[in-house]
Structure formats: C-alpha cells, structure tokens
Nanobody, 115 residues
C-alpha cells in the first residue's frame, strides 16, 4: 500500500512564499513521476507541476517563473517551492505519484494567500 503525505501548507500574504513537501511510503516500488495538483473552491483539480524519474520537470503556465519543483535526495520525496504567491493560488494542493502503473494521491494540504 502506497501512501503520500504532504506538508507545508498554510496562510501567507500575497507576495510571500511557501514550500510544500511530499513523501511517498509503503511497499517497495518504482516511482515514474511525482507532482502536484491543486483544487480551488468551486473549480476542477488542475495540474501544477511534475518531476519525472528521468529528472525532467514541467510546470503549468500559470505558475512558471514563480514555482519550482524539485526532488529530495531520496527518490520518494518531492518539493514544491512557491514564490510570489497570489490570492488566486489559494487552493488545496495534492501530491500525486505514478507508481508501478498506478496513480496515487495524498490527502491534500491547504494553501491560503491573503490579499
């Protein structure tokens, strides 16, 4: 059983920064990719960023230049550094991992950006 645990969310003023962390745990597995999605109230969940096993990264256009995704020394950890936060970044942020052909999700962490 694979579990994803996120941390690092919170309340921040516009222009501030937050760093989200996600750790995957469970049985032995091979992670193909890990990334982040977010869901604002009344909106669909949307893609934010991804880090692949090969080491490539990708960011949604809405966060390019402000967010960065990275992997920890351990393959099972991924970070999302969020700078220059805007009120429209307010959402529940979910960690997602593609492992052994299956997709897994964390429970989500709330990010609130005040104006």
């Amino acid at each position: 059983q694979v579990q994803l645990v996120e941390s690092g969310g919170g309340l921040v003023q516009a222009g501030g920064s937050l760093r989200l962390s996600c750790v995957a745990s469970g049985s032995a597995f091979s992670i193909n990719a890990m990334g982040w999605y977010r869901q604002a109230p009344g909106k669909q969940r949307e893609y934010v960023a991804q880090f692949t096993r090969a080491g490539s990264t990708n960011l949604a256009d809405s966060v390019k230049g402000r967010f960065a995704i990275s992997r920890g020394n351990a393959e099972n950890t991924v970070y999302l550094q969020m700078n220059s936060l805007k009120p429209e970044d307010t959402a529940v942020y979910y960690c997602q991992a593609s492992i052994n052909g299956n997709n897994y999700w964390g429970q989500g962490t709330q990010v609130t950006v005040s104006s």
